[in-house]
């Protein structure tokens, strides 16, 4: 901050002026006494023109972001090496603490006891008084005090408060914040996001770390997971692209175990009819496709391009991000969900074509028979149909990519079975495949179990997905609703 | 460190539909007013399509004859005593004797029937050599190392056709005797043993060694009979079409079984009069014994069955059709309720705002 003044002078005043500095600056002894003296002189009956000061502006819609993170159920701390009354302030003016809040102070300890005191003080009235939201201020010197001892009382209060800040903080002392939440009961997700030298540690040691392109060079966004030009760039890097990685990833585990369940569950029911003797129900060829061919890619479009909710939507309601919080969608309630469908649909798929043979009945019209071979391409075939199905009603963003390879892949199975059924292999040793699949095709009754079978396992988790969506959407469902 | 907004160029990101994620997409919403509709035409189309099934299914007819001959059991016992560690005395007979009070329609197909025998066990079902049953020369002589132990005899020749499931060729023979009027003599129903192995089997995967001089037997000499068969491959048949390794009996026994209870084609009856089905009247099987399965406490059984467009008889994809198609339309009518309910409570909410 400086203040601006000027004052008229005459020519012999100037004359004047410019012999006492002459004088002072080509003095031998006590030169710098002699020239404030002259300064002193020369600085008087000033008029004052006024003050400028250098604003250290706030990033363009911080304030807006800020409160975005808090409605989505995301905890704000700010840690910052600024002394205590700018970084207060500064926090009131992006919105950090709010006017309504009551600023709780853990500063200028300069005891072990005096701080643990004061904690017991804050945890006190932050018990007291329920109603409004409680914010905290904590200096370096506090923390370290604090967290040497009393590192569970610190967090308490600090669990309870909207909004925590820390000023005054040393590099490490950031690193060091970030570690304990990181260890503390919740075991939540930290994410750190910063523009200098000096929040490189925190970045590396929380889990996700977010360095800002800016003025203070490029050190933060060297050494961070995800770099980004400005700060409300992080609404859109949370709310949409961080939104739809989660759905994506989250489903795709979810889908990829329950697709292998559906594969290996019959294989092994196959064994109590065949004396544990490690017969395989399918093909080995089939064993192996599977995987790579048959259902690899309608999940791999889904996890690049799958966006149940329109962009717009997610990042103006950023309430949205709260239905994935806590891993909601990778528990253990989600997984049961999935893993028990896998079990039950592979126990449709068996069990449907075991009684569909019964005591080994015709299912052609020429009443030739079918082997082991025929059996468990059936059992193959409707598998296959289905886990792609049940992808197809996963997915909520039909892009033509997604049509391609959903339906695609179905055809491209017929395909290849037709393909490899029809040649004699030279090289195979064995012949087993040979025109089995295109038998199976012109039995009028495995047709009809195929679309009993995809049917019957769709319908209940249609029936859920209905019941679900009607009676208690989520608000993300809800959300779907508006943009139709 | 100056921030250069003005440099475009090469770390620039595709601004495409495809790398920006703004392809043109198709959104669609599960919900009840969608669901519903298609519930009730998908439960209505199964029952429909169930009751056609079902009934298909119950105009099959079916007739089956347990011929293991345990004790106390009828005809056959008497060849079964001699059976629980040895095969019967060779060339025994017994006989089955039934009535028919009304047509059998047509055309009949023979079946026999084996329960317990685990024709899909891995060690047993690997224990063949497709490439020497399709004919090539080479592998005749040279079978394949998963037949053993039925590769080669103790005295050193090759086995033709080797392995396990060769070896345990079903060798019963049925035929089939009708008696027109009481008293009157039997007569011989023609049996069609063609057409009852897959033709590609029989015509392209297994194929006979070329003749060696117009004579199938020299093509397999050097070659020996697996050991639980009274005749070598090439005399299974007076047939010389129907000889060798395209036998018919042998190919469909080739085609391993899924589950331990299983049925294979043994004949087609539609020739002369019995093209129609079988008449009323009295009817002989006459069952050459020869196949020991008590030994692994097995049953024999002999099944006529006509067969209609969706093969046998078995009730299961009728009833099957038919719960899941009233399931569809018993939800179909829960979210109905649960719609009409929900569009109610949505009003009132929206009147009460």
Known sequence: TLCMAYKHLTSKEYEEIDRRLFEARTALQQREEKLAHVFQFIEKDLILLGATAVEDRLQDRVRETIEALRMAGIKVWVLTGDKHETAVSVSLSCGHFHRTMNILELVNQKSD??????????????KEDHVIQHGLVVDGTSLSLALREHEKLFMEVCRNCSAVLCCRMAPLQKAKVIRLIKISPEKPITLAVGDGANDVSMIQEAHVGIGIMGKEGRQAARNSDYAIARFKFLSKLLFVHGHFYYIRIATLVQYFFYKNVCFITPQFLYQFYCLFSQQTLYDSVYLTLYNICFTSLPILIYSLLEQHIDPHVLQSKPTLYRDISKNRQLSIKTFLYWTILGFSHAFIFFFGSYFLIGKDISLLGNGQMFGNWTFGTLVFTVMVITVTVKMALETHF?????????????????????????????FLGSQNMYFVFIQLLSSGSAWFAIILMVVTCLFLDIVKKVFDRQLHPTNTEKAQLTET | MTWSATARGAHQPDNTAFTQQRLPAWQPLLSASIALPLFFCAGLAFIGLGLGLFYSSYGIKELEYDYTGNPGTGNCSACALADQDRAPPLRCSCAWYFSLPELFPGPVYLYYELTNFYQNNRRYSVSRDDTQLSGLPSALLHPANECAPYQRRASGLPIAPCGAIANSLFNDSFSLWHQRQPGGPYVEVPLDRTGIAWWTDCHVKFRNPPLVNGSLALAFQGTAPPPNWPRPVYELSPDPNNTGFINQDFVVWMRTAALPT???????????????????????VNITYNYPVRAFGGHKLIVFSNISWMGGKNPFLGIAYLVVGSLCILMGFVMLVVYIR????????EDAE
């Not at chain 1, 006891?113 to 932050?126: D, H, Y």
């Open chain 2, 342 to 349: 929900y569009q109610d409570q949505n009003d009132e909410d």
């Open chain 1, 113 to 126: 006891g005096e701080c643990a005191e004061q904690l017991r003080q804050l945890a006190r009235r932050i």
């Open chain 2, 262 to 284: 299983f049925r294979k084609l043994y004949a087609r009856i539609r020739q002369g009069n019995y093209s129609t089905g079988l008449p009323r009247g009295t009817y002989l």
């Open chain 1, 398 to 426: 039909w892009t033509w990519i997604n049509h391609l390879v959903t339906w695609g892949s179905i055809i491209f199975y017929f395909i290849f079975s037709l393909f490899y059924g029809g040649i004699l292999w030279p």
